[in-house]
């Protein structure tokens, strides 16, 4: 899938959320790019000399903010629902390749959201394509990937500072998982422990 189809879709997907927001059901539009840097932590020891490089990677949510009509807003502290695009080397771009993935995530607070200064859990899930899997006479050192569709994790612990009432800023800690669970093989998949930094605009 090209850039341009990848921006078309979550255009889309932000209009589809904005007209939520106007009908009263949610409120307030928000996009949440970020860039991250970490490494990769494999399952299996067996792949670990295959791993090369650090990780690098950028994602976009967008998504809308709850805004108390169901009682569990409040308990939460008005999380945010949304989806997003995330995109990554792998830590061997000829053997692993890279990583596409979408998915539904949710932004929730510890603290009063109304505080300045807070912490955040990030929880994510859906589904990542890679562009190489294991092939056996192409790529048979990629033991890690047996389909090029896995389930696609992730949980971030993040500190977000509110600079205006519409603008935030965080950084904090990511785990990241991909794999297919066993339902095929070969199948180790990969962890990855990674920084993340971002902002966040409310509209």
Known sequence: MSLKSRLIILFFLAVHFNLLA???????????????????????????????????????????????????????????????????????????????????TAAIKTFNS???????????AGFGFMNKSYYLHKNSLDITFGSPVNIFVQYALVVPVRITPTFEIYGGGCFTHCSVAKIVRPNYGLHMLLLRAGTRINL
């Open 22 to 104: 106007q009908n009263g059901r949610l409120s307030g539009l928000y996009f949440d790019p970020a860039l991250y840097y970490g490494s990769v932590w494999p399952q299996n020891k067996t792949v670990s000399y295959l791993v090369k490089d650090h990780l690098r990677a950028f994602q976009l949510n967008i998504g809308v903010s709850t805004n108390g009509t169901r009682d569990w807003h409040k308990y939460l502290h008005y999380p945010r629902l949304g989806v997003g695009y995330y995109h990554s080397n792998l830590g061997n771009d000829n053997i692993f390749g890279k990583v596409n993935a979408f998915y539904g």
């Open 114 to 124: 109304r505080l300045p200064v807070n912490l955040e859990h990030n929880l994510t």
